[in-house]
């Protein structure tokens, strides 16, 4: 093996690992930034091996990596950070990570990852990147493609799927990568409350406004404002968005005066907007300014191929979390993780195999600690999964004791898209 490069600003930190690794007889080299990263691509060989940090001066290590990957470089490449979270990891190996490892585990998880990849180039394997859906290597691609520009971007796909994990990607590629990405769950926004939680509002510009406040738009300025569940926002804001995005000027709630923010949106909804413009509910307008690129999400029942890398990724943040060792599936878990209908996508993917590691007692996950509560992958998925649909719906409806707005929050969905469900299935529920 080559050399392992090490691409880390906190100097203290970067000088640690690389005793670590020379330690353990493993040559290395160390930068501080994307900008020496890159000087050292440029001579590096084939069995060196990239350890870069999330976070950098001047720019983020995952874009670092598709840059590495745009340039036709297999090399392993292994993310580190203190930012732990799932979203960061699923958007690693999505743009072609080997592994993720937090910082406060690097002793204990860096050298049998090592130790693994040697073998496998000395076998000529396939990185983990290459085996990605075609689905989601066309996804890679328009992200690659509309990253660089200004242009909106409309994520559309079910709920779980990772829209906003995709919005990150494209903000991460983007000349706006070192500026703020803001997210932002329009759901959640109440109808009185949307134009004030977006725009900000004046001091005294209504009752319990008893000091100014910076609004979401304000603090996005000059990176990316992600808006997932578009549909959800009330119609009198959408014009207020409308002129935001064209005049690139908005006014604070209570506010006489005009500001400016250069704010690239990136808007996400599992809703049909098009129905929504057909009830009078959304703009015309608006959806013709937001979709100037749009970008599908297949469910994960469309992308089989990627279930079982993700439930292993999944497998391995349980056991960090729960400090277990559970090596894997056995085969009947696996048959039954590949057969599912995953109504919830990713996000269920990481809740069932979070809670299999939880309750497994020995090294493997079998069929019996995975709750698949919901009807498989049949022959008519589509009915299957209407019906699983509707008893979740139901399901939220009794634990919300019929609240809306709670049961919509429980789902993972804006308001208007579980009203349109609850019509749909012809529902009946008391309030």
């Not at 392992?4 to 100097?11: A, F, K, M, S």
């Not at 745009?70 to 090399?75: A, D, F, L, T, Y």
């Not at 890679?140 to 660089?148: C, E, G, T």
């Amino acid at each position: 093996m080559g050399r392992v490069i090490v691409v880390e600003d906190n100097i203290i930190y970067s000088d640690f690992v690389c005793r670590l690794l020379e330690s353990k007889g493993y040559p290395s080299v160390s930068t501080s930034t994307c900008n020496g990263a890159r000087k050292l691509f440029s001579k590096m060989q084939e069995d060196d091996i990239v350890l870069a940090d999330l976070r950098l001066p001047d720019g983020d290590g995952i874009a670092l990596l598709e840059e590495l990957r745009k340039q036709g470089r297999n090399n392993p490449y292994i993310v580190m950070t203190d930012y732990d979270e799932v979203p960061t990891a699923v958007r690693s190996m999505k743009s072609g990570a080997e592994d993720y490892i937090p910082k406060k585990l690097i002793e204990d998880n860096l050298f049998p990852l090592l130790k693994t990849l040697q073998k496998r180039m000395e076998r000529h394997d396939t990185p983990i990147h290459e085996r990605q859906s075609a689905a989601f290597r066309e996804i890679d691609r328009k992200i690659r493609l509309v990253a660089p520009t200004n242009m909106s971007v409309l994520i559309l796909g079910e709920s779980g799927t990772g829209k906003e994990h995709i919005a990150e990607k494209i903000h991460a590629r983007s000349k706006r990568a070192s500026k703020p990405f803001v997210a932002v769950d329009c759901g959640l926004l109440s109808k009185e409350l949307a134009a004030s939680a977006l725009f900000g509002h004046e001091k005294g510009a209504f009752t319990g406004a008893e000091s100014k406040k910076q609004g979401f738009w304000e603090e996005a300025a000059g990176g990316t404002l992600f808006l997932d569940e578009i549909g959800n926002l009330p119609p009198e804001v959408q014009q207020m968005l409308l002129r935001a995005l064209e005049a690139k000027r908005y006014r604070p709630t209570g506010g006489s005066k005009d500001k400016r923010a250069d704010v690239r949106i990136i808007a996400a909804t599992n809703e049909d907007l098009q129905a929504a413009i057909a009830e009078k509910r959304f703009r015309v307008d608006l959806y013709q300014r937001l979709k100037e690129y749009t970008i599908q999400i297949p469910p994960l029942r469309e992308c089989r191929e990627d279930i079982m890398p993700l439930a292993d990724f999944f497998l391995k943040l349980a056991n960090e979390e729960f400090e277990k060792q559970v090596k894997g599936f056995d085969t009947e878990a696996r048959k039954r993780l590949l057969a599912f209908a995953w109504g919830g996508n990713v996000r269920q993917l990481k809740r069932v195999v979070r809670m299999a590691v939880l309750h497994t007692e020995g090294d493997t996950v079998t069929a019996d600690t995975l709750e698949l509560d919901e009807t498989p992958l049949a022959a008519d998925a589509s009915l299957a999964l209407n019906d699983m649909e509707k008893k979740q719906i139901i399901h939220a409806l009794e634990q919300a004791r019929g609240n809306r707005k709670l049961a919509a929050a429980l789902l993972g969905i804006g308001r208007t898209t579980l009203y349109n469900k609850i019509r749909l299935y012809g529902i009946k529920y008391k309030e």
